[in-house]
């Protein structure tokens, strides 16, 4: 029976308001082709469950996906109290279009503390980027409300999961493993002197088919058909499957290493390693890369670190939190096409999540496995391609189809091992040119961060004086300088590379300070403190990164002189202590 009532008067104020704070979600609503004031359906009883339970904090969030025509969204709001923040995702047009004809919201969505989410993976992308507290809060409790079979339904929330996964995924990074991804992207710098193949990567496996391999659960048995079926394809696999790869008799193309921890390929040793070139991100785990008895392939570029003769990387390459997203993209710039993914079965009985699997069923996944699947998806969107998943266990991969391996193996050359790429097999030193060239690059990259340092040290210098005295006005001063400052280190990929987590820090103490500030009146001296901290904070970070460019530039320029003096004794010192001495010296 039709739900009622619903008014014109109500409806056009909320989605003015709509149109002006989430215009996304006022087009995406008209696009739809759902009539407001249309009758709709009676929503079920348990579409509008579990709200109730919940006990909103200042400076929380709760996101909500589903919610029927939001009533248990609207007795939320009205209880709520002030600085707490709800998402809601309603991936059915004509409930939410109902739902603003049905709920005075103009007021609460005019001052952002309830937000629309759209279902299209551009708009969350773009919501999340408007609303940067969604992601890196660490008070955010997420309410999945009944929302019926469909599946378009069901695919908005798993675009949704994917989106919001890579997010927390970023921002867990950020936290947990700042330290170490700060010393590994400096630590891994040295490796760009053995990179002189590497602007070549585009087009280089041109016209060959890629065999993508993770250690899911279907691995054993399609390395069962591959082995020796390889011929005529590159072969990339993460570095957790690698010891199943190895042992079915497989030489890989190429081997990814993304991650900043201490991983298993630290402690595997097996013959086919000094066969094998890593591919490794930025920010992986430095010790690994150096321990890597094959060649080693950096992907430069992604957070500033191609620079001078390597620039061209820039452009070919973007950051990878997943190894499946950094192996789909070396394949697809190196030109190979289709891409095929074996032993993808991206799910966890204990998952968090219930999401879409390959075959239209449903799967648990956890959100580091939904953050994998969206990299994948940026990744193939970026190139305007799909890939073939040979799974159906896991969860369903965005740009994929599903395809069986038999139906695959045709198409991948027949007897033989895998393709040996020679670029990224072949490590060969830059000239010496090339390497003050590169040493002018982090000069100038360590001039920016000391830059940023100094600027940050100078309102430290008379905090206590002026705190004491005239603390208002430091106040004001150094908080506009913090965001200058702040704006500016986002905007450089290598800055925003190593302040990561010094950046979600900061923004989530200016962010408590405002939520508080709702319930109750904040001193000025606790802002100053917070100010002075995020200050602090910003200024060591960044002091560290200028010191670290600067010792790899005289590093470089060390390098570059001993090749113009033909000192081969300080070129293989210093390639044997890297890990490079198959390096090619021409």
């Given at each position: 029976?039709?739900?009622?009532?619903?008014?014109?008067?109500?409806?056009?104020?909320?989605?003015?308001?709509?149109?002006?704070?989430?215009?996304?979600?006022?087009?995406?609503?008209?696009?739809?082709?759902?009539?407001?004031?249309?009758?709709v359906?009676e929503?079920?009883?348990?579409e509008?469950?579990?709200?109730?339970?919940?006990?909103?904090?200042?400076?929380g969030?709760?996101?909500?996906?589903?919610?029927?025509?939001?009533?248990?969204?609207?007795?939320?709001?009205?209880?709520?109290?002030?600085?707490?923040?709800?998402?809601c995702?309603?991936?059915?047009a004509?409930?939410?279009?109902?739902?603003?004809?049905?709920?005075?919201?103009?007021?609460?969505?005019?001052?952002?503390?309830?937000?629309?989410?759209?279902?299209?993976?551009?708009?969350?992308?773009?919501?999340l980027?408007?609303?940067?507290?969604?992601?890196?809060?660490?008070?955010?409790?997420?309410?999945?409300?009944?929302a019926?079979?469909?599946?378009?339904?069901?695919?908005a929330?798993?675009?949704?999961?994917?989106v919001l996964?890579?997010a927390?995924?970023?921002r867990?990074?950020?936290?947990?493993?700042?330290?170490?991804?700060g010393?590994?992207?400096?630590?891994?710098?040295?490796h760009?002197?053995?990179?002189?193949?590497?602007?070549?990567?585009?087009?280089?496996?041109?016209g060959?088919?890629?065999?993508?391999?993770?250690?899911?659960?279907?691995?054993?048995?399609?390395?069962?058909?591959?082995?020796?079926?390889?011929g005529?394809?590159?072969?990339?696999?993460?570095?957790?499957?690698?010891?199943?790869?190895?042992?079915?008799?497989?030489?890989?193309?190429?081997?990814?290493?993304?991650?900043?921890?201490?991983?298993?390929?630290?402690?595997?040793?097996?013959?086919?390693?000094?066969?094998?070139?890593l591919?490794?991100?930025e920010?992986?785990?430095?010790?690994?890369?150096?321990?890597?008895?094959?060649p080693?392939?950096?992907?430069?570029?992604?957070?500033?670190?191609?620079?001078g003769?390597l620039?061209?990387l820039?452009?070919a390459?973007?950051p990878?939190?997943?190894?499946?997203?950094?192996?789909?993209?070396?394949?697809?710039v190196?030109?190979?096409?289709?891409?095929?993914?074996?032993?993808?079965?991206?799910?966890d009985?204990?998952?968090?999540?219930?999401?879409p699997?390959?075959?239209?069923?449903?799967?648990?996944?956890?959100?580091?496995?939904?953050?994998?699947?969206?990299?994948?998806?940026?990744?193939?969107?970026?190139?305007?391609?799909?890939?073939?998943?040979?799974?159906?266990n896991g969860?369903?991969?965005?740009g994929?189809?599903?395809?069986?391996?038999?139906?695959m193996?045709?198409?991948?050359?027949g007897?033989?091992?895998?393709?040996?790429?020679?670029?990224?097999?072949?490590?060969?030193?830059?000239?010496?040119?090339?390497?003050?060239?590169?040493?002018?690059?982090?000069?100038?990259?360590?001039?920016?961060?000391?830059r940023?340092?100094q600027?940050?040290?100078?309102p430290?210098?008379?905090?206590?004086?002026?705190c004491?005295q005239?603390a208002?006005q430091?106040?004001?001063?150094?908080?506009?300088?913090?965001?200058?400052l702040?704006?500016?280190?986002?905007?450089?990929?290598?800055?925003?590379?190593?302040?990561?987590?010094c950046?979600?820090?900061?923004?989530?103490?200016?962010?408590h300070?405002?939520?508080?500030?709702?319930?109750?009146?904040v001193?000025?001296?606790?802002?100053?403190?917070?100010?002075?901290?995020?200050?602090?904070?910003?200024?060591?970070?960044?002091?560290?990164?200028?010191?670290?460019?600067?010792?790899?530039?005289?590093?470089?320029?060390?390098?570059a002189?001993?090749?113009r003096?033909?000192?081969?004794?300080?070129l293989?010192?210093f390639a044997?202590?890297?890990?490079?001495?198959?390096a090619?010296l021409?």
């Amino acid at each position: 029976m039709p739900v009622d009532p619903f008014s014109p008067e109500l409806y056009r104020r909320n989605l003015e308001v709509v149109s002006m704070v989430s215009p996304e979600v006022a087009a995406w609503l008209e696009r739809s082709g759902a009539t407001a004031g249309a009758p709709v359906a009676e929503v079920e009883a348990g579409e509008n469950e579990g709200l109730s339970r919940l006990r909103p904090r200042p400076g929380g969030i709760t996101l909500v996906v589903g919610g029927g025509l939001l009533d248990e969204v609207a007795l939320l709001l009205e209880r709520m109290p002030s600085g707490h923040q709800v998402f809601c995702l309603q991936p059915r047009a004509e409930l939410l279009l109902a739902a603003l004809g049905r709920h005075d919201l103009s007021l609460p969505l005019g001052r952002e503390e309830l937000v629309l989410l759209a279902p299209a993976e551009a708009d969350l992308e773009e919501a999340l980027s408007r609303n940067p507290q969604l992601s890196l809060t660490g008070q955010m409790e997420m309410v999945h409300l009944h929302a019926g079979p469909e599946s378009e339904a069901s695919r908005a929330r798993a675009r949704l999961y994917r989106v919001l996964g890579h997010a927390l995924r970023a921002r867990d990074l950020a936290l947990d493993w700042e330290m170490q991804s700060g010393a590994n992207l400096v630590a891994n710098l040295v490796h760009a002197a053995f990179a002189a193949q590497a602007p070549a990567l585009p087009g280089s496996l041109i016209g060959r088919p890629a065999v993508l391999a993770l250690d899911g659960d279907s691995l054993p048995e399609a390395l069962e058909h591959l082995a020796g079926n390889l011929g005529g394809a590159a072969f990339f696999c993460s570095d957790r499957a690698l010891p199943r790869v190895a042992e079915a008799g497989i030489v890989p193309s190429g081997v990814g290493l993304a991650s900043p921890a201490l991983g298993p390929l630290f402690a595997y040793s097996h013959p086919v390693l000094a066969r094998t070139p890593l591919i490794a991100e930025e920010v992986a785990h430095a010790p690994t890369i150096r321990a890597h008895p094959g060649p080693v392939f950096l992907c430069l570029g992604p957070r500033g670190t191609a620079l001078g003769p390597l620039a061209p990387l820039a452009e070919a390459l973007s950051p990878q939190q997943h190894t499946l997203g950094r192996l789909a993209e070396v394949a697809l710039v190196a030109g190979c096409h289709p891409l095929i993914l074996v032993g993808a079965d991206l799910s966890d009985p204990q998952g968090e999540l219930m999401m879409p699997d390959m075959d239209g069923g449903t799967v648990k996944a956890t959100l580091h496995q939904a953050a994998g699947a969206c990299a994948l998806g940026r990744v193939l969107a970026r190139q305007g391609v799909s890939a073939i998943n040979t799974s159906r266990n896991g969860l369903g991969l965005p740009g994929t189809t599903y395809a069986s391996l038999a139906e695959m193996l045709p198409l991948l050359g027949g007897p033989g091992q895998p393709v040996q790429a020679a670029l990224l097999r072949q490590e060969r030193w830059l000239s010496a040119d090339a390497l003050e060239h590169y040493a002018r690059g982090l000069n100038r990259a360590s001039t920016a961060a000391t830059r940023l340092w100094q600027r940050a040290a100078a309102p430290l210098a008379d905090y206590q004086e002026l705190c004491s005295q005239r603390a208002g006005q430091w106040l004001y001063a150094a908080e506009a300088l913090f965001l200058a400052l702040a704006e500016q280190a986002a905007a450089d990929s290598m800055l925003a590379a190593f302040l990561d987590g010094c950046l979600v820090r900061s923004f989530r103490r200016r962010h408590h300070l405002m939520c508080q500030s709702h319930v109750h009146s904040v001193g000025i001296g606790e802002c100053c403190d917070q100010l002075r901290l995020c200050l602090a904070e910003l200024e060591g970070r960044a002091g560290e990164l200028a010191a670290g460019l600067r010792r790899t530039a005289e590093e470089m320029n060390t390098l570059a002189q001993a090749r113009r003096d033909n000192d081969d004794r300080v070129l293989e010192r210093f390639a044997k202590s890297t890990g490079h001495q198959e390096a090619i010296l021409t």
